[in-house]
């Protein structure tokens, strides 16, 4: 795989006219060969629709006028080439919109890649799909279930894929389906012999999409939210299935706040809204948050409250040992709000943290997820002499957003963290995160990871931001789980031991010694 993924807008447009649909097309094709848009996938449900290919011949609609405008079918004359269609409820169609520059200028490569993803969805669902040569489409057995019709203009397409899921398959009687006389058309559900939803199908076509043409989803231009107002449609907010994060057992959560109140103690794994607090929890695990929950900075991605905080527990570090030996962890990690406003930044309670956790539960290794100290060198040493098995500072994102991201931080700085706890101590791991779908470019990523090497940073974590509330930065981008398999790959080339990359991960995700 090469290290180049594609900007793309998703529009699930749910139920829609044709007409309105087709334009919409065809304005996004004239902005993407004018360059003022990325590329873009509809995806759509379609009432009782006939369109007819450059190749299509009238007799291939097998119904009179009046049949169709008795039952409201639509019919129209459009440029794909191919033949004869039927479009209806039931039916999900996708519409990519796509520069073929960035596709090596082969429309015949843009139809086996439809034909692949066609075949790989169908597949996780059990049922076993195929080409036929000199006939674009999928196929079951000797059944038609999906069909391929494009056009293509200065190297930019328009129209794309029919797929029936569940759809009256009665209705491709009115038509020679494909041009094909004899040929029988089949769905998903006629297959399976149940039921299936089209978002069922919908969330896998958009996951093998994204990862057979590198896609990173991107939210939608002001040129193209304008379009849809133009032509009366609407897209539907899209979060992808991958984010989905099933619900811990019941009892999970309430139990280990429990415990967590017992010792009046925060973990990040609430403060900052992480999506794997229930499987953490569930396994006994979790994110030790000292120094309060009211945090200095104003990063403008953390959930974790901004304000003026509390003096500093003197109870905690021996609460957090307890808490750490009742739950018999063997690997504890700990980390702070951003406490500017004591003259150590926090780093006398780390320490001693650290020491009770040591006193009380020695078989139990230490990882340390630490602010920048304002640069404090001294602060830092008093943290790597105390040797946890693993201190961690987050890089967050990439240089240029770091203004607009994170505007209390410095890039450099932060790197300097990293290389002081290996120049004052080698033999301690050190470990940062970062975010991704904040409107970084995969380049910029990868110059981080080197950064990083050069800093001597062992463990590397790379996961998908996710806007904690609508005051926090909006996500600039959904990350495919295919892309993060690259990340993950691209990190362990540059030479770090431990990397874990994908759309949940957080700093102290599955974390260990």
């Not at 811990?248 to 967590?260: F, K, R, T």
């Not at 078989?363 to 602060?379: H, M, N, R, V, Y």
């Amino acid at each position: 795989m090469v290290g180049s993924f594609h900007p793309t807008y998703l529009l699930d447009l749910g139920k829609a006219d044709y007409k309105p649909v087709w334009q919409l097309q065809k304005n996004l094709q004239n902005l993407r060969i004018e360059g003022q848009v990325a590329d873009s996938f509809i995806l759509v449900e379609h009432p009782p629709t006939i369109t007819l290919g450059k190749d299509s011949l009238s007799e291939h609609i097998l119904v009179g006028e009046e049949w169709l405008a008795a039952h409201e079918f639509q019919v129209f004359q459009i440029e794909r080439g191919g033949d004869v269609t039927y479009h209806g409820p039931g039916q999900l169609v996708g519409y990519p919109i796509l520069d073929l520059n960035a596709y090596n200028k082969d429309v015949h490569l843009l139809v086996y890649k439809l034909e692949e993803m066609l075949i790989k969805t169908l597949s996780a669902f059990g049922i076993q799909g195929s080409r036929r040569v000199g006939l674009p489409g999928v196929w079951v057995g000797k059944k038609k279930i999906a069909s391929i019709g494009l056009g293509v203009n200065h190297w930019v397409t328009i129209h794309g894929f029919a797929l029936n899921v569940n759809p009256d398959l009665s209705q491709f009687k009115t038509i020679v389906p494909c041009g094909l006389p004899g040929v029988q058309m089949t769905s998903l559900a006629e297959e399976l012999k149940r039921s299936i939803s089209i978002s069922e199908v919908k969330n896998r076509v958009i996951e093998e999409m994204c990862a057979l043409f590198q896609w990173e989803i991107r939210s939608l231009s002001r040129n193209v939210e304008i379009l849809l107002t133009a032509d009366g449609l609407e897209a539907k907010a899209f979060r992808p299935s991958w984010l989905t994060v099933q619900a811990p057992p019941a009892g999970v959560m309430e139990e280990m706040e429990g415990v967590l109140a017992k010792g009046r103690l925060h973990t990040v794994c609430e403060g900052a809204c992480c999506p794997n607090a229930g499987e953490c929890f569930a396994l006994g695990t979790a994110t030790f948050m000292i120094l309060g929950d009211v945090c200095t900075r104003g990063c403008r991605f953390c959930a974790v409250s901004k304000g003026i905080p509390c003096p500093p527990d003197s109870a905690e570090a021996e609460a957090v040992a307890e808490t750490v030996k009742t739950l018999n962890l063997k690997h504890a990690v700990i980390t702070s709000v951003t406490r500017d406003d004591l003259p150590d930044g926090g780093a006398g309670e780390f320490v001693r943290v650290v020491r009770a956790l040591q006193k009380k539960t020695p078989k139990t290794s230490i990882e340390l997820l630490i602010p920048d100290f304002a640069g404090s060198e001294q602060a830092l040493a008093t943290i790597v002499a105390v040797k946890p098995e693993v201190i961690g500072h987050n890089i967050e994102t990439v240089p240029d957003l770091y203004p607009h991201v994170q505007p209390g931080a410095n890039y450099e700085r932060s790197l300097k963290v990293l290389a002081d706890v290996k120049r004052l101590d080698p033999a301690i791991k050190t470990k940062s995160g970062l975010m991704v779908g904040l409107g970084e470019k995969t380049q910029e990523v990868c110059r981080v990871m080197e950064d990083l090497r050069k800093a001597g940073c062992d463990y590397l974590t790379i996961g998908q931001y996710l806007q904690p509330t609508p005051k926090h930065l909006p996500i600039m981008g959904y990350i495919s789980p295919n892309m993060f398999a690259w990340y993950r790959e691209q990190a362990l080339e540059r030479g770090f031991e431990k990397v874990e990359c994908g759309p949940l991960v957080r700093s102290s995700y599955h974390a260990q010694p």
